[in-house]
């Protein structure tokens, strides 16, 4: 995957970021620099992923274990990345992904408490030589977040955890930023839809994007 010609870029956050109203904007940018746009996310994207998707984040009649859910996202992972992702980059195309392994690192790590190295030796099996050309984290407070959240109709089996088990995500999150801050742009999702939009249209023109 080292000679791909098109672009990976993620979209990564806590519930009540707003990734999913974001990247229909983000999309509409780069089409207009003439850009061919693959949206997808993850856990999901193909027929398989959304099945794993559906027993992730709606089954609550039965416990599954932090390594158990680990290993299902990336189930869904290498089929997406088999199905959707690697042919849309070899052919030039931009894909914008809601959700790739940061939240890994983020939830099953940071929240759920696995050990780091257990989940690079998943993404060395899965994904040694992709990472995402560009990742915006969407950040907030968890409190504003799951308020967001819960005014939705559905609330789903990540959303019904504790605030403390979030705050460790939005840690990590912020942990992998500190880290790469190359690769990835914080954005304060608690402005208004239009000061985000301005907010991703610069780290674009930042990126050479748009």
Do not use: W
């Not at 609550?60 to 088999?82: P, V, W, Y």
């Not at 790469?180 to 249209?201: F, G, L, S």
């Amino acid at each position: 995957m080292n000679d791909r010609s098109g672009k990976f870029i993620t979209l990564e956050g806590i519930e009540g970021a707003g990734k999913s109203t974001h990247m229909p904007f983000i999309s509409s940018l780069l089409q207009v620099m003439g850009k061919e746009i693959v949206m997808t996310r993850e856990p999901g994207g193909t027929s398989l992923g959304e099945e794993i998707r559906n027993t992730l984040l709606m089954q609550k009649s039965f416990e599954i274990s932090g390594n158990t859910e680990l290993l299902l996202m990336f189930a869904a992972r290498q089929q997406h990345l088999e199905e959707i992702i690697y042919p849309a980059l070899n052919k030039g195309k931009t894909v914008l992904c809601d959700r790739f392994t940061d939240s890994s690192y983020a939830y099953q790590g940071g929240g759920r408490g696995i050990e780091t190295d257990k989940i690079c030796q998943l993404v060395q099996l899965v994904h040694p030589d992709l990472k995402p050309d560009l990742t915006l984290l969407f950040d907030l407070p968890v409190e504003v977040g799951l308020a967001r959240a819960n005014m939705r109709d559905l609330i789903d089996r990540f959303e019904s955890e504790t605030i403390n088990f979030f705050q460790s995500v939005r840690n990590a999150y912020l942990k992998i930023a500190d880290a790469e801050p190359n690769r990835v742009k914080v954005i304060d999702a608690t402005a208004n839809i239009k000061a985000v939009q301005n907010a991703i249209k610069t780290i674009l023109k930042e990126q050479g994007l748009c």
